[in-house]
């Protein structure tokens, strides 16, 4: 039975806007050498459509998997997770702070809100302008979900929790943006004498 990748991505935008979503942009690659399908989706919660967040949901299959989830006629919503398992990846994007949070802190209370539904890697960037207005700190935030191919297809229910903790993530994080303080001016450049 052949599966619908593209019936399931319409499901998956039309699923994340019942747990709170604007959905704002998708994106679909295929390459054409390997035949590895990728979708990206942009959306955020609906408190945050002005930013400052960026929210991108990326799916990821490989043809190897759907070939052999084909081959076996998935049907079936019980599969354990090691079977035809497909990544979704939650990528949050902050702009850079003046202020940013100490990175171990906001892994650790990511972790209490996005559970083991959707475990976060919290990581950021440091970038250097001109010496007199110090670093800046750019937040990148990745939720990795493995789910079996068949649960997917089959069984949209199992989703709603993984979107409720998603968005649960995204609002903790439009709340304490504004106590990590914004993106500084620009340094007003002086002409040489």
Not at 52 to 62: K, S
Not at 126 to 145: K, Q
């Amino acid at each position: 039975m052949p599966v619908d990748l593209a019936g399931f991505i319409t499901f998956l935008k039309e699923h994340a806007m019942e747990h709170g979503f604007h959905v704002h942009d998708e994106r679909h690659f295929l390459e054409t050498y390997s035949l590895r399908q990728s979708w990206e989706i942009d959306l955020h919660p609906e408190s945050a459509c002005n930013g400052p967040l960026d929210l991108n949901l990326a799916f990821h299959i490989e043809p190897r998997v759907l070939l052999a989830a084909e081959d076996a006629g998935v049907e079936d919503a019980e599969l354990p997770d090691d079977e035809f398992p497909v990544p979704l990846l939650f990528n949050w994007r902050l702009p850079a702070l003046d202020n940013p949070p100490d990175l171990v802190m906001l892994a650790t209370e990511l972790a209490g809100i996005g559970g083991v539904n959707v475990p976060i890697e919290v990581s950021g960037v440091d970038s250097f302008g001109p010496l007199s207005a110090g670093p800046l700190r750019e937040l990148s935030l990745t939720g990795t979900v493995t789910i079996p191919i068949a649960k997917l297809m089959y069984d949209p229910d199992s989703l709603c929790e993984m979107l409720d903790r998603a968005r649960e993530v995204s609002n903790f994080l439009v709340e304490v943006v504004d106590g990590w303080g914004p993106l500084p001016p620009e340094p007003e450049i002086q002409p040489m004498q």
